[in-house]
């Protein structure tokens, strides 16, 4: 299968600093890149869908400024949380759609702390 | 009503039996199907996909797929401890878009 990595796969932060994700798909070329979210024994949550060179599509909920998306290139899309407050502290996965098959692959996930 | 619909589970089963894990679906346009895996704190990896009606085989693991009865199921050969985990059934619509399920827990019983 197709391979999505994820840098950095664990991060501690001090409550209102800024935190970059990194995705990229690394033998594909991911037109779309989904961010995901997912807190101890629940299920995963969308965040938002980003499209190579647009802005991306929050879901209802999702603070767009906190969470800032770009994916400039067809391997590569970043999550920025801003200000990260301790109830941000969770499971961050993104994942790359391929296109044989037409389906998702997912990086191996952020784990971010926020003290 | 969700797009995807699973039990939550758990679902326990001896080592060596079968486990069948099942999902609904309510968009009758829907296209394709995937079962992915997810192991307690990693995150999921795609196990198979199905696009037509019937059974697809690879190694332990069947996808069934039943369209007229918006219907898709997991079944696990010779369960291993091993496959314990979280599985999580998705669908992709026509309008482009994946739906999750919230996934069922199984537990294989050594």
Redesign the interface.
């Known amino acids: 299968?197709a391979v999505v990595s994820q840098h950095p796969s664990w991060v501690i932060c001090k409550s209102g600093t800024s935190v970059k994700i990194e995705c990229r798909s690394l033998d594909f070329q991911a037109t779309t890149m989904?961010w995901y979210r997912q807190f101890p024994k629940q299920?995963?949550m969308?965040m938002a869908t980003s499209n190579e060179g647009s802005k991306a599509t929050y879901e209802q909920g999702v603070e767009k400024d906190k969470f800032l998306i770009n994916h400039a290139s067809l391997t590569l899309s970043t999550l920025t949380v801003t200000s990260a407050h301790p109830e941000d502290s969770s499971?961050y996965?993104c994942s790359g759609r391929s296109e044989g098959?037409?389906?998702?692959?997912?990086?191996?996930?952020t784990r971010l702390t926020v003290l | 009503q969700k797009e995807v619909e699973q039990n939550s589970g758990p679902l326990s089963v001896p080592e060596g039996a079968i486990a069948s894990l099942n999902c609904t679906y309510s968009d009758r346009g829907s296209q394709?199907f995937?079962w992915?895996r997810q192991y307690s704190?990693?995150?999921?990896?795609?196990i198979m996909?199905i696009y037509s009606n019937g059974d697809k085989e690879d190694g332990r693991f069947t996808a069934q797929l039943n369209k007229a009865s918006q219907y898709v199921s997991l079944l696990i050969r010779d369960s291993q401890p091993s496959d314990s985990a979280t599985y999580?059934c998705?669908v992709?619509l026509p309008g482009n878009q994946?739906y999750?399920?919230?996934?069922t827990s199984l537990t294989v019983i050594p």
């Open positions: 299968g989904f299920s995963l969308l499971f996965i098959p037409d389906t998702q692959y997912f990086g191996p996930g | 394709s995937f992915y704190g990693k995150s999921p990896e795609l996909f999580l998705a992709l994946f999750f399920g919230t996934g």
